[in-house]
């Protein structure tokens, strides 16, 4: 190690060097030297990074990537990382038996939010008795569909009521399975006026969808 001033005790964002005769650089200090009792933790194991950090200083390594800096893994003292390692094999059956409990918890409470979600969707159609069987499938089939953990689809959304977001899939899932709203799609693809999705011709194919949605609506439920 030359000269520089010895910085171990801080908590620092070091960037590589460029090639193997130059140093690790951070924005606050410039060039910098990597400890001789230091070694690298890549990234990759959230649980080993996070206890070697709480061990004591460190040095995160980033790199410039388009628009942002990827995270490499951390400079820290060899000890703290042994010492990180042991306590992830110590405890390793502890922690997975919480991460099945975990996923226990998550299932149950997602299958819960689905069937009270079915169960708007089936609350807003109204259908007729002699449509009940129409009317649970439908709502069966739209709340799987539209609860879909991390798909952003309106039934994983927290802007809305239940009941709102209940509205929009039944009419969604009218519109695509009930209406001609798929042919007149597949149509427009197939002869080339197909854009974007938001241009003037989709837009007409999903209010024309509407109305039908709207029909069909009429058609099944109770006489008011």
Known sequence: MDNREDHTHEILNVYPPRTEEEPW???QYGNVDIPDT???LPAGDPYVTRQAKLLGPHWVAKKHARGFNRTLGIWVPEENIEAALKQ???TKAEREARRAVGRVYRERREDGYTKRFAEAIYRFLEFAPK???LA???AREAAEHSTVVGSERVG???RLSLEEKAELAARAYIRHKHTKYEDR???LTLSGLWIEPDDYLHREAKAAAGEEADEFLQRHRRQR
């Open 38 to 40: 230091w070694a690298f």
């Open 185 to 187: 799609l597949e149509e």
């Open 156 to 158: 994983r959304t927290s």
């Open 88 to 90: 992830a094999e110590q």
């Open 25 to 27: 650089w951070c924005p």
């Open 136 to 138: 649970r499938r439908i």
């Open 131 to 133: 449509y009940d069987r």
